[in-house]
């Protein structure tokens, strides 16, 4: 997770991060009049920052050399691997398997918000109502097996990921494509369900491999196999699921792109695999793995110093973004019955002390789906807003309508913390839950107020502080500590009852991402991304808005909308985020000059591509 705690991603972000490896949530409609006419590149709002030709981003270095290993450790909740397919649902794929081994047909640049470039494509015409998108291979695009890259390899490499076999949120994400039409070996049309720029970048997102990946096999039997793709490594060796080294191809075909030059500096790249945080921070001062994003703010502060720190032999940095920050925060799932009554649902966010969790300042709070952004919420709703809110008043809170959401706070003082715990009594005696003789919180039929906690991690200290006060007022949370394979089989299948999730990072809102996570189709779709079973008719219309916005006035009047709601109907409890990357590093690396505004640092489960994981170089003569 973002935001200073491990990161489990939803599906919607496991499409973008795991099959789109470098396709921001880009849509609202474009100012830069690129429609009808053959372009290079494409942007939601103005033009592309590099014209066509330009030699290189700006926050690579063109000349970096090349060579030495980078080592990495596992960066997300994925503690082993079973499969190379990162398509399906079942199982867990490797990291670094779609960023190294899959490309889209184009890529997004990494300093200008929301604009894709052509990687596969070498140019791409926009249909004038944005009913179609065509690509225009670059003939020199090559498989790793040396391969043409052609139009029916795009068509097959659609169809599979749109099959039934696919994973849930990757077939619904495809589900704006009607067709994909062959026009010639290497001119391929995409004709669209939806005419908005959230499909337009659905489509050239798009990963592709090779036909004889598999072939002659349905997308679920494809397991062992590695991906016969574009990109410019390849799997050199793997051991048990816990080890994956990969190879750079010193034949890759778009190694002299202008989209390309400045990257992947490194001969190879090893992730190691731990089971623990622990294990893991000690094994990186030993000098086991090169980089270590840290998640933990009490281990920020406390454990990333030492000899080594001191002398110089590792560095310590907060990596600043500019990247918009989803919501962090403990999910509650609505499905159970518990949880229905919202008053429920405020009282467990008066018994979340984030001052407590807090204390030593280093994270933000939370208020928002889009923190770090003009897209949240902000005074009283604008006139824009009302017209997406009006239609809707008797079904939402009337909360909604005023100030935005803020959520309880004690700035550590006692007597605050004892008033938040009286008012979550109140509110849920109001809801019919009322203390019984033996101090347990009951309901009318004698139901003890009791649920789990999910998680993967056992150090963290935020669930035991909750834990001790909600049983201030009588409930009883359950803390399970599970590994990741079975806490994201529980997730796919809804089975849960409060787990702490965070949606990813953004540049402009993703009306189609923000569809997986709170709109009425998902809820009841097992493996999709709306974990808290949220069905809202308001949600729905202004998410269907947002993806057909013309101007950025609009865009962002439907996504403080949804924030309005989303918050004050408390179907979370919110925690924390923050737009830096912390990070401690050996001094062995040399990076560009240029930091790219968006961005993270190793995850390949983001939306940004990782920086330091794809431009950075070791300096000669570096060592450990």
Do not use: C
């Not at 997004?108 to 604009?115: G, K, L």
């Not at 704006?176 to 001119?187: G, H």
């Not at 925690?575 to 000059?593: C, H, I, K, L, Q």
Request: charged share 25%; proline share 7%.
């Amino acid at each position: 997770m973002r935001a200073m705690t491990l990161k489990i991603l939803p599906p919607a972000s496991r499409f973008v991060a795991l099959v789109l490896p470098w396709l921001l949530g880009l849509f609202a409609a474009s100012a830069f009049s690129a429609e009808g006419q053959w372009v290079h590149a494409y942007a939601a709002y103005g033009e592309p920052k590099y014209p066509k030709g330009f030699a290189h981003f700006e926050y690579v270095n063109p000349d970096a050399p090349k060579g030495g290993t980078l080592y990495l450790r596992n960066p997300d909740r994925r503690t082993s691997f079973d499969k190379f397919n990162p398509y399906t649902i079942k199982g867990s794929a490797p990291a670094g398997v779609s960023m190294f081994l899959l490309e889209p047909l184009a890529m997004a640049s990494s300093d200008e918000p929301q604009t894709m470039y052509g990687l596969l494509a070498q140019d791409m015409l926009i249909a004038p109502d944005k009913s179609a998108i065509t690509f225009r291979l670059n003939p020199l695009a090559r498989f790793q097996n040396g391969d043409p890259v052609t139009a029916e390899d795009v068509k097959h490499s659609f169809t599979q990921q749109s099959s039934k076999q696919a994973a849930p949120a990757l077939r619904a994400a495809l589900a704006v494509v009607k067709a994909v039409v062959v026009l010639d070996r290497l001119t391929v049309r995409f004709e669209l369900n939806e005419r908005t720029n959230d499909a337009l970048f659905t489509a050239a997102g798009l990963t592709v491999f090779s036909r004889k990946w598999g072939e002659g096999k349905k997308l679920d039997e494809i397991i062992t196999e590695y991906p016969i793709g574009t990109g410019p490594y390849k799997i050199a060796e793997v051991d048990s699921g816990r080890r994956i080294e990969f190879e750079r191809l010193p034949d890759y075909w778009g190694r002299d792109l202008a989209v390309r030059r400045g990257f992947f500096n490194f001969d190879r790249v090893v992730y190691r695999y731990y089971l623990d945080e622990p294990v893991a921070r000690e094994a990186f001062k030993a000098g086991e793995f090169d980089l270590y994003r840290e998640y933990v703010a009490n281990s920020w502060a406390r454990q990333h110093q030492g000899p080594k720190w001191r002398d110089g032999r590792i560095l310590k940095d907060l990596f600043e973004t500019q990247t918009g920050q989803g919501l962090q925060s403990h999910v509650i799932n609505l499905r159970r019955p518990m949880f229905q009554d919202p008053r429920v649902r405020f009282a467990l966010a008066h018994a979340y002390d984030f001052d407590y969790a807090n204390k030593l300042k280093l994270r933000k709070r939370a208020n928002s789906v889009f923190n770090n952004s003009e897209f949240a919420a902000d005074g009283l709703p604008s006139e824009g807003e009302l017209k997406l809110l009006e239609p809707f008043r008797a079904q939402l809170p009337k909360e909604v309508f005023g100030p935005p959401y803020r959520a309880p706070e004690t700035g550590l003082q006692p007597q605050q913390l004892r008033a938040n715990l009286l008012k979550a009594r109140g509110l849920l005696e109001a809801a019919g839950w009322k203390l019984a003789p033996d101090g347990r919180l009951r309901n009318a039929k004698g139901e003890a107020f009791e649920f789990e906690y999910l998680t993967t991690r056992e150090e963290d200290p935020r669930p035991p502080m909750w834990q001790g006060n909600l049983r201030k007022l009588g409930i009883r949370m359950n803390i399970r500590v599970v590994d990741f394979a079975l806490f994201r089989n529980r997730l796919d299948e809804h089975d849960f009852d409060v787990v702490t999730l965070a949606t990813g990072p953004f540049n402009l809102p993703n009306a189609q991402v923000l569809e997986q996570q709170y709109g009425s189709k998902a809820a009841d779709e097992k493996g999709n991304g709306n974990y808290r079973g949220v069905k809202s008719p308001a949600i729905d219309h202004i998410l269907q808005v947002m993806s057909q916005a013309t101007t950025l006035a609009e865009l962002r009047d439907a996504a403080r909308a949804l924030d309005r709601i989303v918050m004050w109907s408390h179907w979370q409890v919110p925690d924390v985020y923050t737009a830096d990357e912390p990070a401690s590093y050996w001094n062995r690396f040399g990076m560009p000059a240029v930091r790219p505004k968006y961005f993270s640092l190793e995850s390949p489960s983001s939306e940004d591509p990782p920086w330091a994981v794809t431009t950075w170089w070791i300096k000669n003569g570096a060592v450990r």
